[in-house]
C-alpha cells in the first residue's frame, strides 16, 4: 500500500509594463515557487532593457551568489535586462525571501526598486505502512493498514494505492479506496485481493 502526497502547485505570471524613459518598472516580477528538496527551482527577474540599470538578486537581505558547485547558478541575458536565479537541487536551506533589485546607475543615488518572491521548500514525507505486505490474512478476515509518517513538511494528504502484480498483465496501480485518512481498512478479504497494497 502506497500513501502519496500531495504537495505542489505552479504558478507563472508575467505583465507588460510601459514606462516613461528613466523609469525604474519591471517587466516580469518573480513570483513565489514551492519545490521539494532535491528538485530543481528558479525564481525570475526582468526589466525593460537599459544601458542604465542593473538587477541584483538578494536572500534574507544578502546578496545571492553562486555556491561554486554549479548546484545554485545566476543566469541573465547579454543586456542584463533579466536575471534568474536556479538551483539545480534544491536544499532546505535555500528557503527564503529572494528580493529582486533594479538600481539606476546613472542617476546621482542610485534608484533603485525592489520586487520580491519566497521560495518555500518541502521536505518529502517517508512513510512507513504497517503491518508488513507480507502479513498473512484469512479470507473473509478483515486488513487494516497504517502510513506513518517519520519525515517530512505536514500538512499531509493520503491516497490508498493497489498494486495488481499478474503474469498475464503489465503491473498496473489503481486508487483502492477513496480515503484521505493515515489508515484503511479492507473488510472480508477475498483471495481476489491478494496483491500489494
Known amino acids: 500500500m502506497w500513501a502519496v502526497p ?8 508575467a505583465a507588460l509594463v510601459v ?22 527551482a528558479s525564481l525570475v ?16 537581505n544578502a546578496p545571492a551568489v553562486p555556491d561554486g558547485t554549479r548546484r545554485v547558478l545566476l543566469t541573465g541575458t ?37 520586487a520580491s518572491a519566497y521560495l518555500t521548500v518541502l ?8 503491518p508488513s505486505p507480507n502479513n498473512p490474512v484469512i479470507v473473509n478476515g478483515i486488513a487494516t493498514f497504517s502510513c506513518n509518517t517519520t519525515a517530512g513538511t505536514p500538512p499531509f494528504t493520503f ?5 495488481v ?18 489508515s484503511l481498512t479492507v473488510p472480508s478479504v477475498t483471495l481476489a485481493d491478494h496483491n500489494e497494497v
Open 45 to 60: 527577474c526582468q526589466s525593460l532593457p537599459s544601458n542604465d540599470t542593473v538587477l541584483e538578486w538578494f536572500i534574507n
Open 123 to 130: 521536505v518529502a514525507p517517508v512513510a512507513l505502512v504497517t
Open 78 to 114: 547579454g543586456d542584463t535586462s533579466l536575471l534568474q536565479v536556479s538551483f539545480t537541487s534544491v536544499l532546505e536551506s535555500d528557503a527564503g525571501l529572494y528580493t529582486c533589485r533594479l538600481t539606476n546607475v546613472s542617476t546621482p543615488n542610485n534608484e533603485s526598486i525592489e
Open 165 to 182: 502484480i499478474s503474469t498475464e498483465t503489465a503491473v498496473t496501480s489503481g486508487v483502492i479506496s477513496t480515503a484521505t485518512t493515515s
Open 19 to 40: 514606462c516613461a524613459h528613466g523609469q525604474l518598472s519591471f517587466f516580469q516580477r518573480p513570483i513565489n515557487d514551492t519545490a521539494i528538496v532535491g528538485m530543481s
Open 159 to 163: 491516497a490508498w494505492l493497489q498494486r
Open 6 to 13: 500531495s504537495l505542489l502547485s505552479w504558478a507563472v505570471a
